[in-house]
Each structure stands twice: as C-alpha cells, then as structure tokens.
C-alpha cells in the first residue's frame, strides 16, 4: 500500500478544470483547451507522497526546467505555451505555473542511463543487463557505462512502480516509428543535459523524459532535467563501489529509512511528518542543484 499521507483538495480557479493531482503536480485544462500544470512542493519517497512539503520546491523544479528547455530546444521542441499565470489565479502559483500544449502523450518513461545506479543496478546484480540490453562484467554501484543507455519503463499510477522493459517491449506498444524517435530523443536531451552538467562539476547518472505528439511533431513534456526527475552527483565526490552524494531527496530517503523516523518501510502504515532539519537539508540540495547548473542565484 502506498500512496498520498494526506491527498490535497485541488485549488478552484474560475475558466480552470481540474483534471488530476499528481505526485508533485497540479493539473488543469483553460477555456482554450490548453493544459495548467502547477508544480506543488509535495515532495515523494518510497512510492509515497509525505505529508511535508519542501519550501520553494515547485518554483525551483518550475525554472529549472525552463532553464534546461532553452539549453535542448534546438534538439526537441518543448510543450510550454508560456509562464504567465492564467486569470484569477492565486498569487502562490508565481513561479510554478506553465501553460502547455496539450499533446497525445506516450505512455513511456523514457530513461536514459550513463551510470550505473538503482533498479539499473538491482538488475544488473542479477543478468548483467538492463532492461534486456547486455553490459561488461566488473561494473558496481555508481559505475560510468561504456556509453549512454535507453532504457525505459511503463509509466505507473500514483503508489505503483515503474517497471522497466526492453525496447522490444515498447516498439510493440507504440510501434517501432514511435521507439526509435523515442530513444533518439532521450539519449540525444541526455547527452546534452550530462555535458553540461560536467562543466558545472556535477555528474547526470541518469534521468527520465515523457513525450508527446503535438500533430505528427515528437515533443518533450512535463519536466526535464531536475533533482526530481534525474541523478545529479558532485563529480568531486564521484567514488564507484558505493552510493554517491547526491543533489535530490536522498536526505528524505536516508532519514525514513533511519531508527530516528521509527517507520517501517515494509509495513502499510504512512510514513511519518518530516522533521525541520531534513526539510532545510533537503531544500538546501535543490537550491544548489538549480544554482551551479544555471550559474544563477536562487532568491
């Protein structure tokens, strides 16, 4: 059993309709058709969403993901109409609100791979593959690949795994036109995201993308490149044959995980409020992730 703590009631916007709540998002439909997606600063961990949020979370996810847009538009157009906030809405969405193309979505996390690390690795112990596609022998918990790698995973409701799968397994889903863009698409944004990532001294282990078609037009939506949706490591502290520091919620993870949060991960109770000096580490590391990948201030 997995789930929200506490399953928010939707903010009520005149000329909006809600349509879902998501782990960390908010999303709506305008007069227009156009959808409002609203970044919230819920913050999840073991499948579950925790009933204390991350100040300044939603905004920072929100303008990271422009930043990182604007880096790969020459390489996949993006789903952002724009930032301004729709009519009547309330003044905390500032910051954390994008109008979006409504597009024909693809029911596949794309993930692209450049470490060894997580459900990548937990495989990899077991068939020295990952999702189907053959690696050398030798390789540990936070190893580089011998080259970038797709490798995706059907998407989940909320409370439910992701399950990876071959790529053979998506072709026949969304047909092998669809796959191929699908995974060109992703190992090209990543390519792009860990080169510059590793000028700024921090290494992308991994991340994850969701597409769409807008006509017959492949387009990346939702977000890109953030501390919720990727791997980013400090390079200095790079050490394989352990797990590595990193820039996300492994703060959150570590402390419910600890005898300090007196939760058990493998029972079905919730997990419990998170204390102060987790949420300022936590928001600490999404601060930093946002101000040495931009080379902008976080105010």
């Given at each position: 059993?997995?789930?929200?703590?506490?399953?928010?009631?939707?903010?009520?916007?005149?000329?909006?309709?809600?349509?879902?709540?998501?782990?960390?998002?908010?999303?709506?439909?305008?007069?227009?058709?156009?959808?409002?997606?609203?970044?919230?600063?819920?913050?999840?961990?073991?499948?579950?969403?925790?009933?204390?949020?991350?100040?300044?979370?939603?905004?920072?996810?929100?303008?990271?993901?422009?930043?990182?847009?604007?880096?790969?538009?020459?390489?996949?157009?993006?789903?952002?109409?724009?930032?301004?906030?729709?009519?009547?809405?309330?003044?905390?969405?500032?910051?954390?609100?994008?109008?979006?193309?409504?597009?024909?979505?693809?029911?596949?996390?794309?993930?692209?791979?450049?470490?060894?690390?997580?459900?990548?690795?937990?495989?990899?112990?077991?068939?020295?593959?990952?999702?189907?596609?053959?690696?050398?022998?030798?390789?540990?918990?936070?190893?580089?690949?011998?080259?970038?790698?797709?490798?995706?995973?059907?998407?989940?409701?909320?409370?439910?795994?992701?399950?990876?799968?071959?790529?053979?397994?998506?072709?026949?889903?969304?047909?092998?036109?669809?796959?191929?863009?699908?995974?060109?698409?992703?190992?090209?944004?990543?390519?792009?995201?860990?080169?510059?990532?590793?000028?700024?001294?921090?290494?992308?282990?991994?991340?994850?993308?969701?597409?769409?078609?807008?006509?017959?037009?492949?387009?990346?939506?939702?977000?890109?490149?953030?501390?919720?949706?990727?791997?980013?490591?400090?390079?200095?502290?790079?050490?394989?044959?352990?797990?590595?520091?990193?820039?996300?919620?492994?703060?959150?993870?570590?402390?419910?995980?600890?005898?300090?949060?007196?939760?058990?991960?493998?029972?079905?109770?919730?997990?419990p409020p998170l204390p102060e000096q987790v949420v300022t580490a936590t928001?600490?590391?999404?601060?930093?992730?946002?101000?040495?990948?931009?080379?902008?201030?976080?105010?």
């Amino acid at each position: 059993m997995s789930g929200f703590v506490e399953k928010p009631e939707p903010i009520e916007v005149p000329g909006l309709v809600h349509l879902h709540t998501g782990k960390v998002r908010e999303l709506y439909q305008n007069e227009a058709g156009d959808l409002v997606m609203v970044a919230s600063d819920r913050i999840s961990a073991f499948d579950w969403v925790l009933p204390t949020e991350i100040p300044d979370k939603g905004r920072i996810l929100t303008q990271l993901s422009q930043w990182w847009f604007d880096q790969i538009a020459d390489l996949v157009p993006h789903h952002v109409l724009t930032t301004d906030l729709p009519p009547g809405a309330p003044a905390d969405w500032e910051g954390r609100t994008v109008v979006c193309k409504s597009l024909r979505m693809i029911p596949v996390e794309c993930v692209a791979r450049g470490y060894l690390t997580g459900s990548g690795l937990a495989e990899y112990k077991e068939t020295r593959t990952v999702c189907g596609l053959a690696l050398p022998e030798g390789l540990s918990d936070g190893s580089e690949l011998p080259a970038p790698i797709f490798t995706p995973a059907t998407k989940a409701e909320v409370g439910e795994h992701d399950e990876n799968v071959s790529y053979e397994e998506v072709a026949r889903q969304v047909g092998a036109e669809t796959a191929a863009q699908l995974r060109q698409a992703t190992l090209a944004v990543y390519s792009r995201g860990r080169d510059i990532a590793r000028d700024r001294g921090i290494i992308l282990a991994d991340t994850k993308f969701e597409f769409g078609f807008d006509g017959e037009q492949l387009v990346i939506a939702d977000e890109v490149l953030t501390p919720d949706s990727s791997r980013f490591w400090p390079a200095d502290e790079w050490q394989p044959g352990r797990p590595q520091l990193s820039y996300d919620k492994q703060y959150v993870r570590d402390w419910l995980t600890s005898a300090d949060s007196g939760w058990d991960r493998g029972s079905e109770q919730p997990p419990p409020p998170l204390p102060e000096q987790v949420v300022t580490a936590t928001r600490a590391k999404y601060v930093e992730a946002y101000e040495r990948l931009t080379g902008t201030s976080w105010s």
